[in-house]
């Protein structure tokens, strides 16, 4: 049993944040939220000299080699940051399965690019059904001569406007079950057919719904087996749910931190409203909350980084980080009292974010169903 | 990182299972409630019976050094006892004797004392009991009053002890009395070993009953009650600052509310999941699948916030606000998980421990009860979360 980081990984976590605070600012923060693409490509060519978006491809193929839980201490980093952009979803949500389930011409030909920057890639999985179940993809890819034409909706999709490539989630074969059916497709971003509605969300992160026309994809775009995309999208869903719960424990970190440092500083009644109990308790809940959220975020993220099974660990993560990072903004927010409901206050920024963390992937709901299943209930 | 124990602490706690398979019939369960119970049902001799056996396998003070009967064993190998032995609900656990007075003793106690003492506590011979908290002093422990007056070769004790628990079948206490009224609350305060059984004036031990109907707790009354002079713990007017190191040797006893819990919640999924089990709220019914999914998760988190007070320990770190971070969440869970049990039970839960009736002979019925007592005893939640906001976040006091 350890319950610490290793001496790389406190590496990886004090050069991000030193990078982060100094290439990072939250002013870069609020300007890309109102940014047409919505990421600062200096950052990211900035990132990419960091080898971060190749940090767990394998060195072969111009990565790092680094661990999912390596990956997951930046991960905690970016959350702490609010890193805007497609880091997460070229690194994590696409990244990992090219690399994990790829062809060798598809790891040849992608990997090096994502690894140096040059390629930004989207997962796109959800769609109008509004669900992470696999009833709900919807989006036909029916086979024509060498390949697929696709036509449907995909929704809540970050970042896919600037996107050069989308990991789509297919239905190939009707009928048997739903998770039965279902391809993950490379498709070009820019291809023909594909166009791209901008939605105003709570994060500000550039939200797409992508309608596809018939979309033409070759064979040789396929990612795993046709009809066989559920097992690689339920990894995803390993990998992204958390991803997320790194994310968010880095960002209730940080909201802890401004919490405390507040209720030092703010005098009423003559005395810092940290000498309060009631402010105490408060910062005391929010503590017991980021501590627990780590250690079952880390436990989960182990798991699935050493190849173990971990869905039940996964879902119990989920469920409770997600809650715990709402519950940690809302005792900010009320140390912080009427300064912290403002747009020019940070608070804003990490309670936008904390639902969007919880939705992604499945919230609190969601998981705690999936654990009750484990349990054989 | 790593959530796994290492070969060596996995096979520990293969042999404690079996060990515990074996020795501790179903019915002889309940060793955090049966400790109180006094010499009903004959649960006392069983205890103690069981706690020797314990000291012969060398499990009861595993963590100590090997001097005094221990076997230096690791943080972690003491919770994985721990956790096992409250997850069997098996009795002869003795927190008072190895796990306070002992380690004090060792500490700051003379070669006589240590002589006396150590080696009985290690063989599961004696009962020892606390002497902290009286009527006027609870939370804030250092405001007792309870005073012992050095006249030549005896102190001579005046005052009231309550909620010390087992005192009425102990054989020694471990005594907190104000030496000095002249100085500062927290500098007047000094230990002794009390004897309990060789005391004949001055000492009157009433039991409390407590809510569930247990001997437990205890008044105890000292009128002019004498304590040999050498019975002094340490240096006088130290107590408070010995007191202070008792919830460290605590530490590894986090672990018991996750382990009670997951045997508990293993316990309910089984009666859900019966279609026999009539009036027992199914486990389709979506309310009880988000209970016990609850109830799982926050167990998880639990055990994860005891397990980093003990690898912190292990590690040589000194945990500062973790381990009142573990105590506030373990004992809240537990008692979040004591409610959700007993609305799963339904109108059954009201039965008390019995066998017929009563869900997992009695178990629901009692943590209901037990759980009351957890977050306030050892240090209320409201005084933890002080701990946490002082002590480990820097907010001024």
């Not at chain 1, 669900?131 to 995909?154: H, M, P, R």
């Not at chain 1, 869905?311 to 709402?326: F, G, I, L, T």
């Not at chain 2, 422990?141 to 909620?163: E, H, M, P, S, Y």
């Not at chain 2, 979360?385 to 006091?397: C, E, H, K, S």
Request: charge should be negative; aromatic fraction near 8%.
């Amino acid at each position: 049993m350890d319950l610490g980081l290793s001496e790389e990984q406190e590496m990886i976590k004090t050069t991000a944040r030193d990078f982060l605070e100094k290439e990072c600012p939250k002013s870069l923060v609020r300007d890309m939220e109102e940014d047409d693409k919505g990421y600062s490509p200096e950052l990211w060519k900035k990132m990419a000299d960091q080898q971060w978006m190749g940090m767990v491809i394998p060195e072969q193929y111009g990565g790092q080699g680094f661990s999912f839980l390596d990956l997951a201490v930046l991960i905690e980093e970016h959350g702490r940051a609010l890193v805007p952009g497609p880091f997460f979803s070229t690194a994590v949500l696409c990244g990992m399965p090219l690399a994990e389930f790829g062809t060798e011409a598809q790891k040849k030909e992608h990997l090096p690019k994502i690894a140096n920057g040059n390629e930004i890639w989207v997962y796109a999985q959800t769609e109008p059904s509004a669900t992470w179940e696999a009833s709900g993809v919807e989006l036909k890819a029916a086979a024509q001569g060498d390949g697929f034409v696709l036509n449907g909706t995909k929704l809540f999709i970050s970042y896919a406007h600037v996107a050069d490539y989308l990991l789509v989630a297919a239905r190939t074969k009707d009928g048997g079950k739903p998770e039965e059916g279902i391809t993950l497709l490379c498709v070009d971003a820019k291809a023909p057919g594909i166009a791209y509605e901008g939605l105003k969300t709570i994060a500000s992160d550039h939200q797409s719904e992508i309608t596809f026309k018939d979309v033409k994809v070759s064979k040789d775009s396929v990612l795993g087996e046709v009809d066989g995309g559920w097992a690689i999208i339920q990894k995803i869903g390993e990998w992204g749910a958390t991803g997320k719960c790194a994310e968010m424990v880095g960002g209730a970190q940080l909201v802890l931190e401004m919490s405390v440092e507040y209720a030092k500083q703010r005098v009423q009644f003559g005395r810092p409203i940290g000498s309060f109990q009631a402010i105490q308790h408060h910062c005391a809940n929010m503590v017991t909350d980021v501590d627990g959220s780590r250690y079952i975020a880390y436990e989960a993220i182990w798991r699935v980084s050493e190849g173990l099974d971990a869905s039940k660990e996964v879902s119990m993560a989920k469920a409770w980080v997600s809650d715990a990072y709402r519950r940690i903004c809302a005792l900010g927010h009320q140390i912080h009292g009427g300064i912290g409901f403002t747009k020019e206050h940070d608070m804003q920024l990490y309670f936008r974010r904390a639902k969007a963390a919880e939705l992604a992937f499945g919230d609190g709901d969601y998981h705690r169903e999936l654990v009750a299943q484990h349990l054989g209930i | 990182m790593e959530f796994q124990l290492s070969p060596e602490d996995e096979a520990f706690r293969q042999e404690l299972r079996q060990f515990l398979r074996e020795e501790v019939p179903p019915e002889k369960t309940g060793g955090m409630s049966s400790m109180n119970e006094g010499d009903e049902n004959g649960g006392d001799a069983f205890a103690m019976a069981m706690r020797k056996k314990l000291a012969q396998r060398g499990w009861l003070t595993m963590g100590w050094p090997k001097e005094y009967g221990g076997q230096d064993a690791s943080p972690m190998r003491q919770t994985i006892f721990m956790e096992e032995m409250a997850y069997w609900d098996a009795p002869g656990m003795d927190l008072m004797g190895v796990g306070i007075v002992g380690p004090t003793i060792m500490r700051v106690g003379s070669d006589a004392q240590k002589r006396q003492h150590l080696h009985a506590i290690a063989k599961g011979e004696v009962i020892w009991s606390q002497g902290f908290s009286e009527p006027g002093a609870g939370s804030d422990l250092a405001g007792l009053q309870t005073r012992a007056d050095l006249k030549g070769d005896v102190f001579v004790v005046n005052g009231q002890k309550i909620w010390s628990s087992g005192a009425h079948r102990a054989d020694y206490m471990y005594l907190m009395a104000r030496t000095d009224q002249d100085v500062p609350k927290h500098k007047g305060i000094s230990a002794l070993l009390v004897d309990l059984k060789s005391t004949k004036q001055g000492l009157e031990i009433r039991p409390i009953i407590n809510m569930a109907g247990m001997k437990g707790f205890n008044e105890v009354f000292f009128d002019n009650m004498e304590v040999p002079r050498e019975n002094l713990l340490g240096e006088l007017n130290q107590g408070w600052y010995y007191s202070m190191g008792l919830l460290e040797s605590e530490r590894t006893a986090f672990i018991n509310f996750s382990a009670i819990g997951r045997s508990v919640i293993e316990g309910l999924t089984r009666l859900v999941n019966d279609p026999d089990a009539r009036g027992i709220a199914s486990g389709k019914r979506p309310e009880t699948r988000a209970k016990l999914a609850d109830a799982t998760i926050e167990n998880k988190v639990a055990r994860n916030l005891a397990l980093t007070v003990t690898w912190m320990t292990g590690k040589g770190i000194r945990p500062t606000y973790q381990a009142s971070v573990a105590k506030v969440f373990g004992t809240e869970a537990f008692k979040r998980l004591a409610w959700s049990a007993m609305s799963i039970v339904g109108l059954y839960g009201q039965v008390e421990r019995q066998k017929q009736y009563a869900p997992l002979m009695g178990r629901v019925n009692s943590i209901y009860y037990t759980s009351v007592g957890m977050t306030i005893a050892g240090g209320a939640s409201e005084i933890q979360r002080n701990v946490i906001a002082t002590r480990g976040l820097g907010l001024p006091r």
